[in-house]
Each structure stands twice: as C-alpha cells, then as structure tokens.
C-alpha cells in the first residue's frame, strides 16, 4: 500500500469539505437575501399620460393636452352629467377651454361653450360669477374630491374618487350653495346641514349618497333646470 497518498487524499477530503461548506454557506445567504417566491413583483413603471383633443363632446380649445387616462375618463363622465342636467335649449358643449397640469391627473376650468339660437354662447366663465358659475362647481364636487376656485375664477380639480371629504373647499361651497342656490341665508359653516334639513332636504349631505344627490341638486338649481 502507498502511504504517500494518504496525507494528500485525506488533504482533498478536507479541501472538498470546506469547499462544499463554504458553498452552502454562501447559498443559504443567497437565498436569505432573494425575494421568496410568488412576493410582491417589482413596481411598474410610472404611467405616461395620454394626448387627448376633446373632453366629452367638447373639443379642447388650444389644441390636444396631456392626461392621465383615468381621469380624462372622469372628465369625460362630469362634463355628459353637466351637460345631462343643463337646459334643453342649449347644445351639448362644443367646446371646453382649460389646461391640463400635474402629471396629467388636475385640470383647471375657464369655460363651457355651447350652442343656443345658432350661436355659440359661454354657460360657464370664470370671470362671470353667477349661478351657473356655482352649478358648474356643484357639478366638478359631484366628480372630484378636490375642487378650488383659483383667482379670476377658474376651478381646479384634481383626480381621486368623489365623496365627501369634509375639507375647506367642500365646506365653502356647501355653505355658498345653501345661501345662493337654496335661499338659506343664515347657513354658515357650522350649521349648513341643519339648515338644509329643515328646507326639506332628505338624507344626510356628507354620507357619499346625500354628498351627491346635495351636489346634482346644487348643480340643477343653478342652470335652472330643477323644475324638470
């Protein structure tokens, strides 16, 4: 028997020992490290907006803008219920003058232009403050969760669910509302609702249903049309 190679076949075993050891070492950290299986797949990438030219029936004046393609879809569902609640003699909306903003997920308001007596007339403008200034806002808080009045009188909105939120905005109009469209003109900012619920208002306006029927019945008040 050759016992020169013992020394070097017990040094292989040994080598090979550690060797394996240091493998499954390094593996186990590995696999310590690795996401397990079936986790939470990596974040996609950011949505692009989408070129839109129209909101609705309404082209867009100025040309095509930018929007995140959710809420161009909101657009479209408020400007339809607008024009579903305004008066028979008028057209649907021609055209819609505003800028897009954000990341394409806010809009800012300047008019509503649409056809009656075969002319083009302004339903809404941002610089007129009448009722049909306030319906228009009664109408956007029926789409959106957030609704400012910027200066000159454009409406900013912003994309998200609609419901009540019990910000200062819906506060301020709420309030507005009651004292110009429903002749409560003691309503104030803490007692609105009480005022509302003696006028013969049913249901409660900042639960997510009495929010819009309170908004839809602002808005019809405001064009006129709520005897039809």
């Known amino acids: 028997m050759n016992e020169s190679h013992s020394p070097l076949s017990r040094r292989r075993i040994l080598l090979g020992a550690a060797a394996a050891s240091a493998a499954t070492v390094a593996g186990a950290s590995a696999a310590h490290a690795a996401p397990p299986a079936g986790g939470a797949p ?34 479209d569902a408020w400007l339809a219920f607008w024009s579903a609640n305004s008066p028979r003699i008028w057209s649907t909306p021609t055209e819609v ?43 956007l808080h029926h789409h959106f969760p957030s609704v400012r009045v910027e200066a000159g009188g454009a409406l900013r909105v912003a994309d998200g669910p609609a419901g009540w939120t019990g910000s200062a905005g819906q506060v301020a109009f709420a309030t507005t509302a009651c004292r110009e469209l429903w002749g409560l003109r003691a309503a104030d900012a803490t007692d609105w609702r009480e005022h509302l619920s003696r006028a013969g208002h049913g249901g409660d306006p900042t639960s997510r249903s009495g929010w819009a029927a309170f908004t839809r019945a602002s808005l019809r008040r405001g064009l006129r049309t709520d005897s039809y």
């Open 42 to 75: 990596p974040a996609g990438p950011a949505r692009r907006p989408v070129a839109r030219d129209r909101i609705a029936t309404a082209r867009l004046a100025g040309g095509p803008a930018r929007f995140q393609a959710d809420f161009h879809e909101r657009l």
């Open 97 to 139: 003058e505003g800028q897009a903003g954000g990341d394409g997920d806010a809009f800012t308001l300047h008019a509503i232009r649409v056809i009656r007596d075969d002319e083009t007339r302004d339903a809404f403008a941002a610089g007129r403050s009448d009722a049909a200034h306030l319906a228009t806002l009664a109408s």
